[in-house]
Nanobody, 120 residues
Framework: QVQLVESGGGLVQAGGSLRLSCVAS??????MGWFRQAPGKERDFVSA????????TYADSVKGRFTISRDNTKNTVYLQMNSLKPEDTAVYYC???????????????WGQGTQVTVSS
């Protein structure tokens, strides 16, 4: 069992930046991903990283603006979000699982989410 706790969300103006963190309750050797869900919409993939950080992938909507990274010594994955847009407003969730994937069902453990609101 793994518990994931996200932090770093908040209210920011368009064009601003936020860095989300997700801390795992124990050392994990799984891929980690970030997903987001806006009100009334389905959960969407944002980014994923392999267990050793060697590979990353991004949704087209965030490519060039968001950067995923991880520090396995701290059991933590980060999502640096720059040039934020109002359409980035959503609850952001981190997840972990044995498969490096952009599909939500590939991930076995999920955090509770952190709200990101981007004002125009």
């Amino acid at each position: 069992q793994v518990q994931l706790v996200e932090s770093g969300g908040g209210l920011v103006q368009a064009g601003g930046s936020l860095r989300l963190s997700c801390v795992a309750s124990r050392r994990i050797f799984y891929a980690m991903g970030w997903f987001r869900q806006a009100p009334g919409k389905e959960r969407d993939f944002v980014s994923a990283i392999t267990w050793n950080g060697g590979n990353t992938t991004y949704a087209d909507s965030v490519k060039g603006r968001f950067t995923i990274s991880r520090d396995n010594t701290k059991n933590t994955v980060y999502l640096q979000m720059n040039s934020l847009k109002p359409e980035d407003t959503a609850v952001y969730y981190c997840a972990t699982g044995p498969t490096y994937s952009d599909a939500g069902p590939a991930y076995a453990y999920w955090g509770q989410g952190t709200q990101v609101t981007v004002s125009s």
